[in-house]
């Protein structure tokens, strides 16, 4: 499979798939939003994959935002179907995806770069790292699901501040928020992330799945997410991992899972 803005690769079960548009700071214009639907399908899809790192190329950004020059003369029809198309294609698809994905937030992660990183399940920034969702300064507001991540990742008055301000915080202040999980210089970014994936590699995939399900249950209306747990939960005793797994324990050995 080719792109025109993103670089695919696959290292030890690992797929690391980078935004790849520089010059405009990794900006998420229409294509890069498709080409990063099929990409984050394809690794879900291949069964040697089993944890998914998403990052910007350059020094610079992780990504600067949706593409402003695609959007500037958008009717209310078109706004819409904008936010409605990313949330289905790349946002609600990354945060409901069977495998993990991790943001290596190496750079600005500015509106759709931030709400990209945070549609991911968790995220480690470098120590330039700047986040922010500036959209009232553009005169609207987030629409790849800002309004709803951020609260619910850092709390509703840090989340209104950072909204209504349209301000950045560093990569300290996120630590200090929980926005990111860990921060690094750039050069340890992804090796960090790597060791982190590597560490989920050895665990069960068909566990991990179900645990993203039950995790995710608790932040949508109307689902209650402890019958989710307990749903899932069962499911698991159906497995041949939880077999290999529990019996590897008993057998005092590392267990070898086959994401069945
Ligand atoms: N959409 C389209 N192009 C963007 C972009 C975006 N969100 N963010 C950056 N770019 C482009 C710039 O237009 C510029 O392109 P050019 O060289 O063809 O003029 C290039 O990327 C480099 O950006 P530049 O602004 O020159 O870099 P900087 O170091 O001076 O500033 C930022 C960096 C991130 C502060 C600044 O680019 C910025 O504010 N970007 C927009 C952030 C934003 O509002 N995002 C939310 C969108 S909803």
């Known amino acids: 499979m080719t792109f025109n803005n993103i670089l695919f690769e696959e290292d030890n079960s690992i797929a690391t798939i980078t935004i790849n548009r520089p010059n405009k ?6 294509e890069t939003i498709a080409e990063l639907h099929r990409a984050v399908k394809l690794a879900e899809e291949d069964g040697d994959i089993n944890v998914i790192i998403i990052t910007g190329s350059g020094e610079k950004a992780f990504v600067a935002g949706a593409d402003i020059s ?27 995806l069977s495998k993990p994905v991790i943001a290596a937030v190496n750079g600005f992660a500015l509106g759709g770069g931030l709400e990209l990183a945070m549609a991911c399940h968790f995220r480690l ?11 009232v300064s553009l005169g609207v507001i987030p629409g790849y699901g800002g309004t709803q991540r951020l609260p619910q990742l850092i709390g509703k008055g840090r989340a209104m501040e950072m909204i209504m301000t349209a301000g950045m915080i560093d990569a300290n202040k996120a630590l200090s928020y929980g926005l990111v999980n860990y ?17 989920i590699c050895n665990n069960s995939p068909v566990a991990i799945s179900s645990a993203i399900q039950a995790v995710n249950s608790n932040f949508k209306s109307g689902v209650n997410g402890y019958d ?32 069945e």
């Open 25 to 30: 700071l990794n900006a998420l214009n229409k």
């Open 70 to 96: 695609e959007f500037a003369n958008f009717s209310v029809e078109e706004g819409t179907k904008l936010a409605a198309n990313g949330h289905k294609m790349l946002f609600d698809f990354i945060e409901n």
């Open 125 to 135: 920034a470098s120590d330039n790292a700047k986040m922010g969702l500036p959209e």
């Open 183 to 199: 921060v690094t210089t750039q050069d340890e970014l992804l090796p960090f992330c790597k060791k982190i994936a590597a560490k």
């Open 228 to 259: 989710v747990e307990i749903k899932e939960f069962g499911k698991c005793f159906g497995t041949a991992d939880f077999i290999e797994g529990t019996t590897a324990f008993l057998e005092k050995r590392k267990a070898n899972f086959t994401g």
